[in-house]
């Protein structure tokens, strides 16, 4: 077996390697987790993967942890410690959509019970009908944000090369879930 192609050369403690062999398409079931995707996913927009990578830690002491109830209660004063984090991408759309974000995933969780479950209820969908979908709910959701929160997450096929390690072992993840 080999490694997909991007990182295949990659020293293990690369972060990109990191985040392939650890992160990228696996299912995640816990709402925070998802809402930390999202909103990165929404921060690299015209920018590198690299740059959100290597912010990552920044993001999460800067948005509590991706604790969904303490964003959605973020108000001005936030925001504007948000714009000043040298640490985060400061943009004021990617920050109000984060906030924004965060409430509506809190009327999902009081709908579904979960962010997890309302995602699970539609699944699954092509990528046309979830941008559909998340652009009715979600601020910056446009279609390589959703596609790519989608793939990092298992909702859609992730474009890990087929004899990859990492593939195969998300198959056998995805197959236990789906007979359970």
């Not at 652009?135 to 909702?155: A, D, M, R, W």
Request: aromatic letters at 12%; proline letters at 3%.
């Amino acid at each position: 077996m080999s490694y997909c192609t991007f990182c295949q050369n990659l020293p293990l403690d690369n972060h990109h390697r990191i985040y392939h062999d650890k992160h990228y398409g696996f299912p995640l079931h816990d709402d925070n987790e998802l809402f930390e995707r999202l909103v990165l996913e929404i921060n690299q927009a015209g920018l590198s993967w690299d740059t959100i990578l290597r912010k990552q830690e920044n993001f999460q002491i800067a948005f509590d942890g991706f604790l969904i109830e303490k964003v959605a209660a973020y108000g001005a004063d936030d925001r504007e410690r948000l714009l000043q984090n040298a640490g985060i991408i400061r943009n004021r759309l990617k920050v109000d959509a984060a906030i924004h974000n965060a409430r509506v995933i809190m009327e999902l969780q009081k709908e579904h019970q979960s962010f997890k479950n309302w995602l699970d209820f539609h699944f699954p969908k092509t990528k046309e009908e979830w941008v559909k979908i998340f652009k009715k709910k979600f601020k910056f959701t446009g279609g390589e944000i959703v596609n790519e929160f989608l793939q990092s997450t298992g909702y859609l096929p992730t474009p890990h090369d087929s004899d990859c390690p990492v593939y195969v072992q998300i198959e056998h993840i995805k197959s236990r879930i789906n007979k359970a």
